[in-house]
């Protein structure tokens, strides 16, 4: 049991960071504090604690806080087809490009979705693979490998079931094509369920990856810290073969020594190349 007496605010904010990096492995420190205390404010609202101090002895006391306050601070909010313009550029250039540069030998395309919450990012890539090289989708080696630091995320992400609020920009011919639907739920086609797989993995302190065409991490390092932000982009391009692509975020920027490394594919949709 911590010692809680005669503490200030900040010293209990400061315990709170600590509980969390000890029981939920989220490294705070290298998370925006803003970002942070607002994510903390709202589980604060929610239980009806008025201090970081009554919050602390509420997760001292109630293991079942630990999981909910996990899905607070992670915010996985996301849609298929978030931005749907920068999906225009993938479906129109980006994809094409990957496709025929692969054309010839072993046919293999990896994709990476860092930071992919419920899998949403790598089955609208999957989708959009699987339309693009029609009857010669089976004639390729392609794997979507998505990663997240949520075990939770990961499981919906594995099992591929989503509901109305997650469907919202999937075009009615890929809804009947790559869905099938059970009521209010929408399950994705075990044809692209095989090019994917999710595996549990924390950006900051994982291991490197390698050996992928495209990368894409989009709405994840806004929350991050401008020294970490600049380390991951310098890691997704080390991720990348030649001319791999990099797709952000919309509201995200590119920093650090990357921005040098990069090419520019299509500034305006966040979109660069190796
Ligand atoms: C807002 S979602 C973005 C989902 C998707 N990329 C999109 O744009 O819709 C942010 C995701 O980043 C994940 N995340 C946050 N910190 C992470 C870390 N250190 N390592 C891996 N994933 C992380 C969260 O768990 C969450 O699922």
Known sequence: MLKTVGKNEEEYY???????????????????????????????RATNAKTYKEYVELLQNDRNEYPVLMETLTVNVT???RNPEVYDIVEKEVLP?????RSNGLRSIRIWSAGCSIGVEAYSIAMLLNHLLGDDFSKYSIKITG?????????????????????????PAFLKKYFTRDGNTYTISDELKKITQFKKQDLISGPKMSGFDA?????????????????????????????????????????????????????????YQK
Do not use: W
């Open 97 to 101: 490009a990957l496709i025929k540069a």
């Open 14 to 44: 400061a315990i709170l960071k600590n509980l969390i990096q000890k029981n939920l492995g989220f490294n705070s420190n290298q998370y925006k504090d803003s970002h942070f205390k607002r994510r903390i404010d709202v589980r604060l």
């Open 215 to 271: 990368v894409f991490c989009r709405n994840v390092t806004i929350y991050f810290q401008k020294e970490l932000q600049e380390q991951l982009y310098l890691d997704f391009y080390n991720a990348l073969g030649k001319d791999g692509f990099f797709v952000m975020g919309k509201t995200e920027t590119l920093i650090g020594p990357s921005k040098d490394k990069f090419k520019p594919y299509n500034s305006k949709e966040r979109i």
């Open 79 to 81: 849609n298929f087809f």
């Open 147 to 171: 990663t997240d630091i949520d075990k939770d995320s990961l499981i919906k992400a594995q099992n591929g079931t989503y509901t109305d609020i997650e469907m919202k920009d999937v075009r």
